[in-house]
């Protein structure tokens, strides 16, 4: 038998090698054949399960996690066919559903009655009283229950004797064929995708094909998490079945929950791990509706009709955004709008707060909230909920019900429903239809684009939402409060805690510092202070919070590219600033040893721009905005070291740190400072390895890196290169990159002149030399130094020019030095008589020579060429 799926592939190859060895080792490893079969049919079903707002498919995987035995599968599997949940089961999953669920009667051919029918023999040898289906119609959810109480009788029995094991063998086996090789989930393409830092992905394919899921090794613009996934029509996860990347072995769950992980089981090696079962604590009914849920019908709120929640409790003003938002609402302008921001930062009051205002006009008809909220942030901590909408469909389900139309409509009719009350075409209207928590929505692209394309003013479409994947829209972004905010939230929480007497001005500033103005963060420390009857450490307390941190950025960080999670568990692991340039230079730094496909291609500015849209970081600018340095949040920033612990990445972002450290601790005091001192940091950190024998490569690629955004550092990076390597030709190369990039800087062209002087160079020193004389008024001293320098190579004919270049050459410099005589003394004037006789005016050479005795009527030099002038010798 030929199986595409390598998992049963694998447990074929084992059961050959059992038959080989006994009857009774060969029937053990069927029915652990039959066993792992029956537990992919369910996930596979579960895979094609939609997420919904009862949460169907999260309670079957409640189940399953926690089942320790295979009966439980089959009732799941009776549940996922037939029950509720099946009504969310996508249109690519139905053929397993078919498959599963469809009744064959006596005589048919097909492989569903051939499965069963093998199976009820092999339960009939072993029992003669168990029931005879072979006069019924029977459907492959009746081979489960067989096979179920195949697996537990021959727990409880032992193996049967060994003339039994004979005939039941065979008919096991071709039961098991019937259903490997026909059954949908065992000829799908199935695959382990592993996001790499490009954002493409490894695909290591374990099915029918692998071609379904090849773009996505050529595209990198998805956000799939690593795991195993089965493609209908698109890749769907299953959380369910585990692997690696390299297929080693592959695990199911087989009970044993305890304390947040359930024991998973590999058929093919008996070998057994631990699975994370954090995801799968909770049952469905111990999840509440949201405190921000929709009220169940409309009433008049002020002078328009709404389901909105009430005003929030305790609410601090924010009038800056309050203003910009309402005018917003009821402008003839941006009828799409977006508060965007962190979790807890307080966008859902704002936007209640608003809405009531705006409730309280004759803009608008109705105000319509839906909830997509998951998680109450509450001052105790997070708690789940339950969502009120997370579809399209449920959305114009639920405006339909609210605006009591009946009969109830089709989804197909709520939509037309929703979309004429969106576009104005509606008997009722304006509405303003405010969707809160976008970012939980299942298809978000899909509902944006639905309620994009279908509204038209004067309706109007709110979002709240932590991601903004979307374009087209009027974003606000919602940040921390502001220090007067800040002090009012403050005085109201610790005013209901009783703790007034604890807070001082000081204390209140280490709060908002730590807290940066962040509302839920302040009253969940604020609580604390209150358990603990005195002041607490911030950052103590949030390091603590793990469920918190948990419910403020793990969706987030979920939703990030692999380089933006790669960017973020870097900055996180450095709590201080980071140059921007900096952080682009370390991790785009040449790769050395394994470091290199996956770093070649890691985007670090699109990466930061994700990581700025999802406010898990904030980027300060310097006086005058040319350096940009990175800041994360204190609460992210904890969140990033928990997951930094067992990141795979955390080798490489070791490695990173070693180089960001070189740049040195950094407050917002320095930026004052700009880049400048940052690289010098590093410059002296590598000068002192250096010295130490140590290998400096990493951080001169790094300096390098930065040099290509601010200039100065090359002349910091030429400085290593001559000092620590001896390296002119490299040193010469990156005072001209800053020459190039800075070409009026003198200092550039000083540097340039001694480099080119130490590399015996003497046509590229000249020509640097006469660069740097034409700057405007450049000191006269150079000027004269460089005329001195001129002429003493052409005396000694070190330079190789023809007699035209020369006269060139040395009329450029005549015409810089007779500009600026007056400032000239008699040497300065005798090294201008030589550029003089090298221009070939002897005339003009006299009169120069003449002028600097004059000035000093003993200097040598003057007097040495109004020789040579009387002795008639002026060719040169």
Avoid at 558 to 573: E, H, Y
Avoid at 721 to 743: C, F, G, M, W
């Amino acid at each position: 038998m030929a199986v595409a799926f390598i998992p049963a592939s694998r447990m074929l190859d084992r059961a050959r090698m059992a038959q080989e060895e006994s009857d009774t080792a060969y029937f053990f490893d069927l029915l652990y054949l039959g066993e792992m079969a029956t537990k992919i049919i369910v996930v596979e079903l579960l895979a094609a399960l939609e997420d919904d707002r009862e949460r169907h498919r999260y309670a079957l995987e409640y189940e399953l996690v926690r089942a320790d035995g295979i009966g439980k599968w089959t009732e799941i599997l009776d549940q996922a066919v037939s029950g509720p949940a099946s009504q969310h089961l996508i249109s690519a999953g139905r053929d397993s559903q078919r498959a599963i669920s469809e009744s064959f009667g006596p005589g048919s051919q097909s492989w569903h009655r051939k499965a069963v029918d093998s199976l009820n023999a092999v339960c009939r040898s072993l029992d003669p009283g168990y029931e005879d289906t072979t006069r019924q119609k029977v459907s492959l959810r009746v081979w489960a229950r067989q096979f179920a109480w195949l697996r537990n009788r021959t727990r409880g029995h032992g193996a049967p004797r060994g003339a039994t094991l004979s005939k039941i063998c065979p008919m096991l086996q071709d039961s098991l064929t019937e259903v490997l090789e026909n059954a949908p989930a065992f000829n799908r393409p199935w695959a382990h995708l592993h996001r790499s830092l490009s954002g493409k992905y490894r695909v290591s394919a374990f099915g029918k094909s692998r071609e379904e899921f090849s773009y996505l090794t050529r595209e990198s613009g998805h956000s799939l998490p690593d795991g195993s996934y089965v493609y209908l029509g698109e890749p769907r996860r299953s959380a369910l079945l585990l692997t690696d990347p390299d297929l080693t072995d592959f695990f199911l769950p087989n009970g044993n929950f305890r304390n947040g992980a359930f024991e998973a089981l590999s058929y093919i090696s008996d070998q057994r791990r631990s699975g994370d079962g954090s995801a799968h604590l909770l049952p469905v009914e111990a999840q509440p509706r949201s405190e921000t849920t929709a009220t169940p019908a409309m009433e008049f709120v002020g002078k328009a009709l709404s389901n909105i929640p009430p005003r929030p409790d305790r609410y601090v003003e924010r009038s800056e955004l309050e203003q910009e938002l309402e005018t917003h609402l009821c402008n003839d302008r941006h009828p799409v709008i977006t508060l965007q921001g962190r979790g807890g930062v307080g966008k859902t009051s704002l936007a209640l707060e608003v809405l009531h205002k705006v409730s309280q006009t004759d803009n608008f008809f109705g105000v319509i909230w839906f909830s997509a909220r998951d998680i109450d942030l509450l001052p105790e901590g997070p708690k789940v909920v339950r969502p009120d909408v997370l579809s399209i469909d449920d959305v114009a389900r639920d405006f339909a019900g609210l605006m009591s139309v009946t009969p109830p409509l089709k989804p197909s009719d709520a939509r037309k429903y929703l979309s004429d009350s969106l576009s104005g075409e509606s008997e009722w209207g304006p509405f303003i239809f405010v969707l809160d928590n976008f970012e939980t929505i299942r298809d978000q692209a899909e509902l944006y684009q639905f309620l994009s394309n279908s509204v038209r003013l004067p309706n109007k479409v709110l979002i709240t939402t932590r991601t903004r994947d979307f374009k087209a829209d009027y974003p606000i972004e919602v940040g921390g409060m502001n220090q007067e905010e800040f002090t009012q939230l403050v005085e109201v929480t610790a005013a209901r805690l009783g703790i007034t007497q604890l807070i001082n001005s000081e204390y209140e500033e280490a709060l908002y510092r730590e807290s940066g103005g962040h509302p839920y963060i302040t009253k969940v420390l604020l609580g604390e202070v209150a358990k603990e009857g005195r002041q607490i450490t911030p950052k103590r307390v949030i390091a603590a919070k793990d469920a918190m941190l948990d419910a403020l950025f793990d969706r987030s960080y979920a939703s990030l590219s692999s380089a933006a999670q790669r960017v973020f568990l870097t900055l996180c692991s450095w709590r201080s600033l980071v140059p921007r340039v900096g952080l682009e230079a370390v991790l785009l730094r040449p790769a050395f040893g394994h470091r290199g496909a996956e770093v070649a291609h890691l985007d670090v500015e699109s990466a930061l721009r994700d990581l700025e849209q999802r406010s898990l970081i904030e980027v300060l600018r310097e006086g005058n905005g040319s350096d940009e340095f990175l800041s994360i949040p204190l609460a992210a920033a904890e969140f990033g070291k928990r997951k930094l612990v067992t990141s795979p990445l955390k080798i490489a972002i070791d490695s990173d740190l070693e180089l960001i450290r070189g740049f040195g601790a950094t407050t917002t005091t320095d930026l004052a400072h700009g880049l400048g001192p940052r690289i010098d940091r590093l410059a002296r950190s590598a000068a002192l390895r250096a010295e130490n024998g140590g290998d400096i490569a990493q951080e001169l690629a790094v300096i390098e890196y930065v040099a290509t955004e601010y200039p100065p550092a090359w002349l910091t990076l030429a400085e290593l290169q001559k000092d620590q390597l001896a390296d002119l030709t490299a040193a010469i190369r990156s005072v001209n990159r800053y020459v190039e990039n800075q070409p009026e800087n003198q200092h550039g062209w000083s540097r340039l002149i001694i480099l080119y002087q130490a590399a015996n160079d003497p046509l590229a020193e000249m020509n640097a030399r006469l660069q740097l004389a034409k700057l405007a008024r450049p000191a006269f001293n150079d000027l004269s130094s460089a005329a001195s320098r001129l002429n003493g190579l052409l005396h000694r004919r070190e330079l190789v020019l023809d007699a035209d270049e020369r006269r060139l050459m040395a009329r450029r410099l005549r015409s810089l030095l007779e500009s600026r005589h007056t400032e000239a003394d008699a040497t300065d004037l005798s090294r201008l008589a030589w550029l003089c006789m090298y221009d070939q005016d002897p005339e003009a050479a006299e009169y120069w020579a003449t002028e600097g005795l004059q000035k000093d009527p003993n200097n040598e030099h003057c007097l040495r060429l109004k020789r040579r002038l009387a002795a008639g010798a002026a060719d040169l």
